[in-house]
């Protein structure tokens, strides 16, 4: 909770002036196109923005399904070394993706172990892919192996 208390008057205009330092620069939904989710097996017609289409300050989220599994892009004002201190992240693997900076990384409560994910940098900040099993249907790929497949296809997206 942030509570603050000014006795004091502003003077001018109020409004943004462009991207502020705490918002991402890539827009999955807007940016990954259809046929890029087609060639990961996902449905363009799933497409899920932000949480619930409920925007997250500092976040750009996209997600798609199918019978077997969730993929989800985030984007966010965060860096690659946030993401590695963040203690609710282990299993920190580098992969390659394109030459990019990226490693593969597991959420300490998934025990099961259904749910991996790919982070890489846009312009410093964090962008991670993840793939998770729907419960549905049981696949044979490895949700670490299906998350850098996901990033592979999708990295020619993300911008320089």
């Given amino acids: 909770m942030l509570a603050g208390?000014?006795?004091?008057t502003v003077a001018g205009d109020a409004g943004?002036?462009?991207?502020?330092?705490?918002?991402?620069?890539?827009?999955p939904c807007d940016d990954i196109p259809d046929d890029a989710v087609r060639a990961v097996?996902?449905?363009?017609?799933?497409?899920?923005?932000?949480i619930m289409?409920?925007?997250?300050?500092?976040?750009?989220?996209c997600m798609w399904n199918n019978d077997t599994h969730f993929v989800t892009v985030f984007s966010s004002a965060y860096t690659l070394d946030d993401v590695?201190?963040?203690?609710?992240?282990?299993?920190?693997?580098?992969v390659d993706l394109a030459g990019r900076?990226?490693?593969?990384?597991?959420?300490?409560?998934?025990?099961?172990?259904?749910?991996?994910?790919?982070?890489?940098?846009?312009?410093?900040r964090a962008v991670m892919v993840s793939v998770s099993e729907s419960g549905k249907?049981?696949?044979?790929?490895a949700p670490c192996?299906?998350?850098?497949?996901?990033?592979?296809?999708?990295?020619?997206?993300?911008?320089?």
């Fill in 145 to 160: 192996d299906a998350a850098l497949r996901v990033a592979q296809v999708f990295e020619p997206y993300l911008p320089e």
């Fill in 101 to 124: 900076e990226a490693f593969t990384f597991r959420d300490v409560s998934d025990r099961v172990r259904s749910r991996c994910d790919v982070a890489t940098a846009v312009f410093g």
């Fill in 84 to 94: 590695r201190q963040n203690p609710d992240f282990e299993e920190f693997v580098p």
């Fill in 53 to 61: 289409d409920v925007h997250q300050p500092g976040w750009n989220i």
């Fill in 16 to 27: 943004p002036v462009g991207k502020t330092a705490g918002e991402p620069v890539f827009s």
């Fill in 41 to 50: 097996g996902m449905d363009p017609a799933t497409e899920e923005r932000d």
């Fill in 137 to 141: 249907t049981l696949t044979a790929e």
């Fill in 5 to 8: 208390c000014s006795s004091g």
